[in-house]
């Protein structure tokens, strides 16, 4: 649209010297006032930034009160008030995991993303990374539980706060991720009843809201186990997670075996290879490579999605921190807690979306050649 | 000719998938070592864990009786923290033992949710809280206001019959947490917070920002008897919630409480000795330690403490006992008969 | 054991070759036994212990207390409703109540999605930047977060009712909502509409005349200004003709609240701006991936051909970018259609938020869950067959 300009008639006579192609003022001409909508539009937001931005940060930071304001200090007004993130910070993050043994969780925390952060490297996708993962989980299984190596038992009601959030994203990406495998390649199998219950299932869980699922754990599973099994409800939780994680992922998943030539199947077929030879060697590692970026998406919105589970009533980071304000003397600082457990999830979720697109630019890289 | 193989492998399966006998839920207990107690997640009063993690009020102290006439021991009890929703699934499917969650008895409740009630613990009455500001001073001058109201409980629905039978129009702002309903009341979302008058004390006392602001309304619309609940089809447990309930409320008929319960064990009286286990059978019958009702007395004590202990005038939410005093003192606490 | 016994049973049947397990079909047929018999017999597990504890626990089953009286009251309707009426009529509030939202929802989504994704593509840097950012804050906060958000800063930030702001004359806005002066009622109303829909077929066969002489003669009709004199004007004319009536009903405050005219609950608010905002910023991806998925080269063609700008984005530009954009588009407003289920947390009545009080009040979680799946499932059933026979119609733009 804008670019057509450029075009300019070949051979004219007195050109006007060249602009300025340098330089703040050109950035500024060619970037905020090249035409004349544009110069307004650049004006008017300034205006609109300019209103709104400087109350923020008086808020934010200039008339905010410190970390170790009290509510009552608060409450005469100002700005945000820190105070309120400070005395709640443990409880916002661990949830009411003993006071104690709180630096078991943090452990946790750590744990997972030094995983995440690893797992982010191509270096390290290698079979034996698997079992680094493993006793990573093990560990964490250790420390939250407790019970053993003279750590107290701690029972999972208990648990709260980032290290639920991370626990139930993770660990139902894991149990979910070979289940939807089996689901992506059922669906696009050549036997009819596989595909059908792939099909239906898949088709199933993507139709109805997570919600309903996490109803259907909370008040319907309990009545499908034999008379005097029951299963607790992180657990419950856990395995609706599971359940839709495996149909997102699924999906995922045949989108990437979709993506593989017909000729690489022809080939494997050729070689003499069978199904699962042929899957395992040589149509999974390459779906799977590039069904990554998708995949990585759907952990992200998976990551968001465990928020819900307040609605069952566990205390994930959401759940702890609306805890946290239903507190009859912070009551009402929900700009602070909402910011403060805002950026934590936006970090997490920020950071793994820019590497899904890296991931993506190089793996496009790789085909190309 | 592939339907009539799928037809075979059902049948085959038919033959697997047996249902396993249930077994009676006090041999499951015992052998678990501990009853799973189902209660509010955050009833001042009623059930509610300090920051500690420790769980107190009247429901609770229920729970621990119970664990008490079992085992004699009145921690070998785990809590469970249940929504308004997720408490009659929890007993239905047998996640908890007991279901000690302020519930209101109801005929609905008793026959299609499948549950069976104990005795009343605490007679209560829905009731309205406004700020005193609106200057509101009966519950017949709502109308047109709008009321916080939490959902799936008889509140909700007595509500409704109130406002109806008294031909004034409201506009319900239903939520499903408590928590939020307060929330949504204090910040002025609401005009009218309604619930049982019980809770309505314990929220002016614990959560509203100046209790004094708040008043709640004399009305009290409707009958809310609360009373521990246990599933159907097992009459075994049923009379040995039922029996506890009624133990602590027959000690305080006696005058038995924590502090003098074992001056007693030697009374002359033979209900006494019948009722503490000193002349044997009664515990027999229920499948319990004869002195299992002593033991209840001893642990966690008799109604009268019971009471004065989490809701009583000591306490935070100031309750008269009102119709919860026995009924030898104009109250409605009856015990049927130990023999 | 089962299974073993189930593989001998079924493998000979296929045609009565030798069995052989190194035979590609037995194996097929042997693979499907085995599964759909593991499906079966976990599903009959499941089964056989749901009925075994209902009847064990004497709990009510099936839907007759759809007919019962519902005996609570619902904050917001499209319907008349009142506790008389029975829980069928509730749950259908909620249904309607969450094809609400969802409608506008999707309408205002699109809307605003489709600005910010134009708007980061545009050459001014300043509005591209702003408008990334905005999308990158939304989209990686969890929406049941922004929506508590949306929820606080209206009950939180607003006066209470008696301070309502008032910022035109019959306009007030509290804790309580947003109140605006409606229109009263007239039969006027009811004329406009059965013009409009007049003016609609209208359009229609005026559209497909337009088409045939284009075909005929070669001559172009001007479609779009006629039709849209026509939509605007038949309406305006049955108004006038009506005796063009202005009484408004005015919001008064009376008693505890304000009466008359429209309001906007916060709960509707709040659920509508946080689906809005949130889906507004996938849509804007979906948007800009379409827009910059069209070679440039085909613009550059179209002018070739001598078309000008106006006919280059619809005839040319449009159904490319659309072929593009419609398959994601479809499955956001799924997304959004899904998560109006989060209106539960803030206490808009939506069909889970009843279907969730009416599995309390009987008890019968089952059924309460089934129905909330259902009404779900078809609906997203619903949008995927619409959505679907729309792709398909623009994708025949390709030869």
């Given at each position: 649209?804008?670019?057509?300009?450029?075009?300019?008639?070949?051979?004219?006579?007195?050109?006007?010297?060249?602009?300025?192609?340098?330089?703040?003022?050109?950035?500024?001409?060619?970037?905020?006032?090249?035409?004349?909508?544009?110069?307004?539009?650049?004006?008017?937001?300034?205006?609109?930034?300019?209103?709104?931005?400087?109350?923020?940060?008086?808020?934010?930071?200039?008339?905010?009160?410190?970390?170790?304001?009290?509510?009552?200090?608060?409450?005469?007004?100002?700005?945000?008030?820190?105070?309120?993130?400070?005395?709640?910070?443990?409880?916002?993050?661990?949830?009411?995991?003993?006071?104690?043994?709180?630096?078991?969780?943090?452990?946790?925390?750590?744990?997972?993303?030094?995983?995440?952060?690893?797992?982010?490297?191509?270096?390290?996708?290698?079979?034996?990374?698997?079992?680094?993962?493993?006793?990573?989980?093990?560990?964490?299984?250790?420390?939250?539980?407790?019970?053993?190596?003279?750590?107290?038992?701690?029972?999972?009601?208990?648990?709260?706060?980032?290290?639920?959030?991370?626990?139930?994203?993770?660990?139902?990406?894991?149990?979910?991720?070979?289940?939807?495998?089996?689901?992506?390649?059922?669906?696009?199998?050549?036997?009819?009843?596989?595909?059908?219950?792939?099909?239906?299932?898949?088709?199933?869980?993507?139709?109805?809201?997570?919600?309903?699922?996490?109803?259907?754990?909370?008040?319907?599973?309990?009545?499908?186990?034999?008379?005097?099994?029951?299963?607790?409800?992180?657990?419950?939780?856990?395995?609706?997670?599971?359940?839709?994680?495996?149909?997102?992922?699924?999906?995922?998943?045949?989108?990437?075996?979709?993506?593989?030539?017909?000729?690489?199947?022809?080939?494997?077929?050729?070689?003499?290879?069978?199904?699962?030879?042929?899957?395992?060697?040589?149509?999974?590692?390459?779906?799977?490579?590039?069904?990554?970026?998708?995949?990585?998406?759907?952990?992200?919105?998976?990551?968001?999605?465990?928020?819900?589970?307040?609605?069952?009533?566990?205390?994930?980071?959401?759940?702890?921190?609306?805890?946290?304000?239903?507190?009859?003397?912070?009551?009402?600082?929900?700009?602070?807690?909402?910011?403060?457990?805002?950026?934590?999830?936006?970090?997490?979720?920020?950071?793994?979306?820019?590497?899904?697109?890296?991931?993506?630019?190089?793996?496009?890289?790789?085909?190309?050649? | 000719?592939?339907?009539?193989?799928?037809?075979?492998?059902?049948?085959?399966?038919?033959?697997?998938?047996?249902?396993?006998?249930?077994?009676?839920?006090?041999?499951?207990?015992?052998?678990?070592?501990?009853?799973?107690?189902?209660v509010n997640?955050g009833l001042p009063g009623f059930g509610n864990?300090?920051?500690?993690?420790?769980?107190t009020g009247l429901d609770v102290d229920y729970?621990?009786?119970?664990?008490?006439?079992?085992?004699?021991?009145?921690?070998?009890?785990?809590?469970?923290?249940?929504?308004a929703?997720?408490?009659?699934?929890?007993?239905?499917?047998?996640?908890?033992?007991?279901?000690s969650r302020n519930t209101t008895v109801?005929?609905?409740?008793?026959?299609?949710?499948?549950?069976?009630?104990?005795?009343v613990t605490y007679y209560d009455g829905q009731g309205f809280m406004?700020?005193?500001?609106?200057?509101?001073?009966?519950?017949?001058?709502?109308?047109?206001?709008?009321?916080?109201v939490q959902?799936?409980t008889t509140t909700?629905?007595n509500?409704?019959?109130?406002?109806?039978?008294?031909?004034?129009?409201?506009?319900?702002?239903?939520?499903?947490?408590n928590?939020?309903v307060n929330?949504?009341?204090?910040?002025?979302?609401?005009?009218?917070l309604t619930t049982d008058v019980s809770g309505l004390a314990g929220t002016r006392a614990g959560v509203a920002?100046?209790p004094?602001?708040h008043v709640i309304l004399p009305e009290v619309i409707s009958k809310e008897p609360l009373a521990p609940?246990?599933?159907?089809?097992?009459?075994?447990?049923?009379?040995?919630?039922?029996?506890?309930?009624?133990?602590?409320?027959?000690?305080?008929?006696?005058?038995?409480?924590?502090?003098?319960?074992?001056?007693?064990?030697?009374?002359?009286?033979?209900?006494?000795?019948?009722?503490?286990?000193?002349?044997?059978?009664?515990?027999?019958?229920?499948?319990?330690?004869?002195?299992?009702?002593?033991?209840?007395?001893?642990?966690?004590?008799?109604y009268?403490?019971i009471f004065d202990r989490n809701v009583g005038p000591g306490t935070p939410l100031k309750l008269e006992r009102g119709l919860n005093a026995?009924?030898?003192?104009?109250g409605l606490q009856?015990?049927?008969?130990?023999? | 054991?089962?299974?073993?016994?189930?593989?001998?049973?079924?493998?000979?049947?296929?045609?009565?070759?030798?069995?052989?397990?190194?035979?590609?079909?037995?194996?097929?047929?042997?693979?499907?036994?085995?599964?759909?018999?593991?499906?079966?017999?976990?599903?009959?597990?499941?089964?056989?212990?749901?009925?075994?504890?209902?009847?064990?626990?004497?709990?009510?089953?099936?839907?007759?207390?759809?007919?019962?009286?519902?005996?609570?009251?619902?904050?917001?309707?499209?319907?008349?409703?009142?506790?008389?009426?029975?829980?069928?009529?509730?749950?259908?509030?909620?249904?309607?109540?969450?094809?609400?939202?969802?409608?506008?929802?999707?309408?205002?989504?699109?809307?605003?999605?489709?600005?910010?994704?134009?708007?980061?593509?545009?050459?001014?840097?300043?509005?591209?930047?702003?408008?990334?950012?905005?999308?990158?804050?939304?989209?990686?906060?969890?929406?049941?977060?922004?929506?508590?958000?949306?929820?606080?800063?209206?009950?939180?930030?607003?006066?209470?009712?008696?301070?309502?702001?008032?910022?035109?004359?019959?306009?007030?806005?509290?804790?309580?909502?947003?109140?605006?002066?409606?229109?009263?009622?007239?039969?006027?109303?009811?004329?406009?509409?059965?013009?409009?829909?007049?003016?609609?077929?209208?359009?229609?066969?005026?559209?497909?005349?337009?088409?045939?002489?284009?075909?005929?003669?070669?001559?172009?009709?001007?479609?779009?200004?006629?039709?849209?004199?026509?939509?605007?004007?038949?309406?305006?004319?049955?108004?006038?003709?009506?005796?063009?009536?202005?009484?408004?009903?005015?919001?008064?405050?009376?008693?505890?609240?304000?009466?008359?005219?429209?309001?906007?609950?916060?709960?509707?608010?709040?659920?509508?701006?946080?689906?809005?905002?949130?889906?507004?910023?996938?849509?804007?991806?979906?948007?800009?991936?379409?827009?910059?998925?069209?070679?440039?080269?085909?613009?550059?063609?179209?002018?070739?051909?001598?078309?000008?700008?106006?006919?280059?984005?619809?005839?040319?530009?449009?159904?490319?970018?659309?072929?593009?954009?419609?398959?994601?588009?479809?499955?956001?407003?799924?997304?959004?259609?899904?998560?109006?289920?989060?209106?539960?947390?803030?206490?808009?009545?939506?069909?889970?938020?009843?279907?969730?009080?009416?599995?309390?009040?009987?008890?019968?979680?089952?059924?309460?869950?089934?129905?909330?799946?259902?009404?779900?499932?078809?609906?997203?059933?619903?949008?995927?067959?619409?959505?679907?026979?729309?792709?398909?119609?623009?994708?025949?733009?390709?030869?």
């Amino acid at each position: 649209m804008a670019t057509t300009d450029n075009a300019q008639p070949v051979g004219l006579p007195d050109e006007r010297p060249p602009a300025n192609t340098v330089g703040p003022v050109a950035w500024l001409r060619n970037n905020l006032f090249n035409t004349w909508y544009n110069a307004i539009l650049t004006v008017l937001v300034l205006a609109l930034l300019g209103s709104a931005i400087p109350p923020f940060l008086d808020w934010l930071l200039i008339k905010a009160h410190g970390l170790d304001a009290t509510s009552q200090e608060c409450r005469q007004g100002g700005g945000a008030c820190w105070g309120f993130v400070n005395e709640k910070l443990r409880f916002i993050m661990f949830g009411t995991f003993p006071y104690d043994e709180q630096w078991r969780p943090f452990a946790t925390i750590a744990i997972f993303i030094a995983l995440l952060l690893a797992s982010c490297d191509r270096r390290f996708w290698k079979p034996w990374f698997g079992l680094v993962w493993a006793a990573g989980l093990a560990a964490v299984a250790i420390l939250m539980w407790g019970g053993v190596l003279g750590l107290t038992y701690v029972e999972n009601t208990l648990w709260g706060g980032l290290p639920l959030t991370i626990i139930l994203s993770v660990i139902g990406l894991a149990v979910a991720f070979p289940a939807a495998i089996l689901l992506a390649l059922g669906r696009r199998s050549n036997m009819p009843a596989v595909k059908v219950l792939c099909v239906t299932y898949i088709e199933l869980i993507r139709g109805v809201p997570l919600i309903s699922l996490l109803f259907m754990a909370s008040v319907m599973f309990p009545l499908f186990l034999p008379n005097g099994v029951s299963v607790d409800k992180l657990l419950r939780a856990q395995v609706a997670f599971i359940m839709f994680a495996a149909a997102y992922m699924a999906e995922a998943i045949r989108g990437g075996l979709q993506a593989i030539p017909k000729g690489q199947y022809e080939a494997a077929d050729g070689l003499g290879l069978g199904y699962w030879q042929k899957m395992r060697k040589i149509i999974l590692p390459q779906a799977l490579a590039v069904a990554i970026p998708p995949l990585v998406n759907t952990f992200i919105s998976f990551f968001k999605d465990t928020s819900l589970v307040i609605i069952i009533g566990l205390y994930d980071l959401l759940g702890t921190a609306k805890a946290a304000l239903s507190d009859p003397a912070w009551r009402g600082f929900y700009r602070e807690a909402y910011l403060f457990i805002g950026v934590i999830y936006w970090i997490f979720c920020y950071s793994m979306s820019k590497y899904s697109q890296k991931l993506e630019r190089d793996l496009n890289r790789s085909h190309r050649r | 000719m592939k339907s009539g193989i799928l037809a075979a492998a059902a049948a085959a399966v038919v033959v697997t998938a047996t249902a396993g006998a249930g077994a009676a839920t006090l041999d499951t207990v015992k052998q678990r070592g501990f009853v799973q107690c189902g209660v509010n997640a955050g009833l001042p009063g009623f059930g509610n864990p300090d920051s500690a993690g420790n769980w107190t009020g009247l429901d609770v102290d229920y729970c621990r009786a119970v664990a008490v006439a079992i085992f004699n021991d009145p921690n070998k009890v785990k809590f469970t923290p249940l929504s308004a929703q997720q408490r009659f699934p929890a007993i239905q499917s047998g996640e908890v033992d007991l279901l000690s969650r302020n519930t209101t008895v109801t005929l609905t409740r008793d026959t299609s949710v499948g549950l069976n009630f104990a005795p009343v613990t605490y007679y209560d009455g829905q009731g309205f809280m406004v700020n005193k500001k609106l200057g509101v001073k009966s519950a017949k001058e709502l109308n047109g206001a709008t009321v916080c109201v939490q959902s799936g409980t008889t509140t909700e629905l007595n509500l409704a019959d109130y406002f109806r039978a008294n031909n004034m129009s409201y506009n319900p702002v239903v939520i499903e947490s408590n928590d939020e309903v307060n929330a949504a009341y204090f910040a002025g979302r609401c005009d009218v917070l309604t619930t049982d008058v019980s809770g309505l004390a314990g929220t002016r006392a614990g959560v509203a920002p100046v209790p004094d602001d708040h008043v709640i309304l004399p009305e009290v619309i409707s009958k809310e008897p609360l009373a521990p609940a246990v599933r159907h089809g097992d009459d075994q447990w049923f009379d040995i919630v039922k029996w506890t309930v009624n133990a602590t409320i027959q000690a305080e008929e006696f005058g038995i409480t924590s502090k003098n319960a074992d001056e007693f064990v030697n009374s002359k009286n033979p209900d006494i000795q019948r009722f503490l286990g000193t002349s044997p059978g009664l515990g027999k019958a229920l499948g319990l330690d004869e002195k299992y009702a002593l033991n209840v007395i001893k642990k966690v004590g008799n109604y009268g403490e019971i009471f004065d202990r989490n809701v009583g005038p000591g306490t935070p939410l100031k309750l008269e006992r009102g119709l919860n005093a026995l009924w030898t003192k104009g109250g409605l606490q009856y015990s049927a008969p130990f023999r | 054991m089962a299974t073993e016994t189930r593989t001998t049973q079924g493998a000979p049947a296929p045609g009565g070759v030798s069995f052989s397990l190194s035979d590609p079909t037995v194996r097929a047929v042997v693979y499907q036994i085995l599964v759909v018999g593991a499906v079966v017999l976990v599903g009959w597990f499941l089964i056989s212990n749901t009925l075994d504890n209902l009847a064990r626990r004497s709990i009510a089953t099936g839907y007759h207390f759809l007919e019962r009286e519902a005996s609570f009251g619902i904050g917001e309707s499209m319907i008349d409703y009142s506790p008389k009426d029975s829980y069928g009529r509730a749950f259908l509030v909620g249904v309607l109540n969450t094809l609400k939202v969802s409608i506008i929802g999707i309408i205002l989504a699109t809307i605003l999605g489709t600005l910010v994704g134009v708007a980061r593509l545009s050459s001014n840097w300043l509005i591209a930047k702003l408008a990334s950012t905005f999308v990158e804050i939304v989209r990686n906060v969890p929406p049941l977060l922004q929506l508590f958000f949306w929820y606080a800063l209206v009950s939180d930030s607003l006066p209470p009712v008696r301070n309502a702001l008032n910022p035109l004359p019959g306009v007030f806005l509290s804790q309580r909502g947003l109140w605006v002066p409606s229109l009263s009622a007239s039969p006027v109303w009811a004329t406009m509409g059965i013009a409009f829909a007049v003016a609609v077929i209208l359009t229609i066969f005026l559209n497909r005349w337009a088409k045939d002489r284009q075909a005929r003669t070669g001559q172009i009709f001007p479609t779009a200004r006629a039709a849209l004199g026509l939509l605007i004007g038949l309406p305006l004319i049955a108004y006038v003709a009506g005796g063009a009536p202005t009484a408004l009903d005015m919001p008064r405050l009376a008693g505890f609240n304000f009466v008359g005219g429209m309001a906007l609950s916060p709960e509707f608010f709040a659920i509508l701006t946080g689906l809005t905002v949130y889906t507004s910023a996938f849509i804007a991806e979906v948007v800009r991936s379409g827009i910059v998925a069209v070679n440039w080269g085909q613009t550059e063609a179209a002018r070739a051909l001598g078309l000008p700008s106006g006919p280059t984005l619809r005839l040319v530009i449009l159904p490319q970018a659309l072929r593009v954009i419609v398959p994601p588009l479809t499955s956001q407003y799924l997304n959004l259609t899904k998560n109006s289920s989060l209106a539960l947390a803030i206490g808009y009545p939506d069909l889970v938020s009843i279907a969730n009080t009416t599995l309390n009040q009987t008890g019968q979680a089952i059924e309460g869950v089934t129905m909330i799946m259902g009404t779900y499932l078809t609906i997203s059933l619903s949008i995927s067959i619409f959505m679907n026979w729309y792709n398909k119609r623009i994708a025949l733009v390709e030869r």
